[in-house]
């Protein structure tokens, strides 16, 4: 596609529930990342994709949080057993990573998680 | 970890004043640094990207500066405007996954 695209943008959820977050990366981008933006805060690193795996996950905040990406492409972010904190703006950007723009990322709007 | 600092976190200024803002970084091993703007409850639009091997960029009424070694960068906005209103976030790369951001300056131009 265009650009990079997030669904849901908004979802609101009850403590405890799990949510599923979606990313549609730019088409031939082998790169994607997840952020986590916090009110009045900048974003700050979840999780890289190169490919299929997670090349740096290193910046989920615990066990609750995962993402997958199973054909390179579209990734998924699962919250399980969601607490107040999680409330945010979770980014996805993707990048290429040869050629023109290599590791230049390019972000979605986002999608606004708010646990009640 | 990267450290970013933007200064300052909010200004207000008249309809057509050219302005400011500041970022510094403390790992000057950067490989680029991107200008974002970012409208209330959306998502984050790039402005300017500055290779480390560049002193400045240029986009419309947009100017980029960069001092690596010091670990500074200056986002220069002439002759603003209403639509300028925004949040600009600052943000060194120094890796393929470790772009790091700013808390940015919120920015509102009044008519």
């Known amino acids: 596609g265009a650009g990079v695209s997030q669904t849901p943008s908004n979802k609101v959820t009850e403590k405890g529930k799990y949510v599923e977050l979606r990313c549609d990366p730019i088409?031939?981008?082998?790169?994607l990342y997840w952020y986590r933006q916090s009110l009045g805060q900048g974003p700050e690193f979840l999780i890289y994709?190169?490919?299929?795996?997670?090349?740096?996950d290193s910046g989920l905040p615990n066990d609750r949080f995962f993402a997958v990406r199973p054909e390179g492409s579209v990734s998924t972010l699962k919250i399980q057993r969601t607490e107040r904190g999680d409330s945010a703006v979770y980014l996805c950007?993707?990048?290429?990573?040869?050629?023109?723009?290599?590791?230049?990322?390019?972000f979605g709007a986002g999608s606004r998680l708010t646990v009640l | 970890k990267q450290e970013v600092t933007q200064i300052p976190a909010a200004l207000s200024v008249p309809e057509g004043e050219n302005l400011v803002l500041n970022c510094s970084f403390t790992?000057?091993?950067?490989?680029?640094l991107q200008w974002f703007r970012q409208d209330p409850g959306k998502g984050l639009t790039s402005l300017l990207l500055?290779?480390?091997?560049?002193r400045e960029q240029t986009s419309g009424r947009l100017n980029a500066s960069l001092d690596k070694s010091s670990g500074r960068s200056t986002l220069y906005i002439a002759a603003s405007q209403p639509g300028d209103s925004a949040t600009y976030l600052c943000?060194?790369?120094?890796?393929?996954?470790?772009?790091?951001f700013g808390t940015g300056t919120r920015l509102t131009v009044i008519p």
């Open positions: 950007a993707s990048s290429p990573t040869s050629g023109f723009g290599a590791n230049v990322l390019t």
């Open positions: 088409s031939g981008h082998t790169a």
């Open positions: 994709f190169q490919g299929t795996g997670a090349a740096d």
């Open positions: 790992d000057s091993a950067i490989y680029n």
């Open positions: 500055i290779q480390s091997s560049q």
């Open positions: 943000a060194p790369q120094t890796g393929a996954n470790n772009l790091f």
